[in-house]
């Protein structure tokens, strides 16, 4: 496997959109289903977003009609788009496979939502 590099986030307000993008080259990533997780003080990483091999997408309620995934590049990228996004969202966001390989996990791209 190679590694896994997130970027995108930023501080937004409520109601704005950001998208995430997960660096993830390789035929190893390419083969596997990926998710996007995040994770916020005092909490564990949860999934949020997930697209599996054949491209069939699942997402948590919390974020479900707001955030999509998707891949492009031949698979080496994905994307999660966050659309109407809620203070509730703010967390750190990681990409890596699902199920994780946890000796994978990246430095993941911090979003913050305030007015």
């Known amino acids: 496997q190679v590694p896994l590099v997130e970027s995108g986030g930023g501080l937004v307000q409520p109601g704005e959109s950001l998208r995430l993008s997960c660096a993830a080259a390789?035929?190893?990533?390419?083969?596997?289903?990926m998710g996007w997780y995040r994770q916020t003080p005092g909490k564990r990483r949860e999934l949020v977003a997930s697209q599996a091999r054949g491209g069939d997408t699942s997402y948590d309620d919390s974020v479900k009609g707001r955030f999509t995934i998707s891949r492009d590049n031949g698979g080496n990228t994905v994307y999660l788009q966050m659309n109407n996004l809620k203070p509730e969202d703010t967390a750190v966001y990681y990409c890596?496979?699902?199920?994780?390989?946890?000796?994978?996990w990246g430095q993941g791209t911090q979003v913050t939502v305030s007015s």
């Open positions: 890596n496979s699902v199920p994780a390989m946890h000796v994978y």
């Open positions: 390789g035929r190893s990533w390419r083969s596997l289903a």
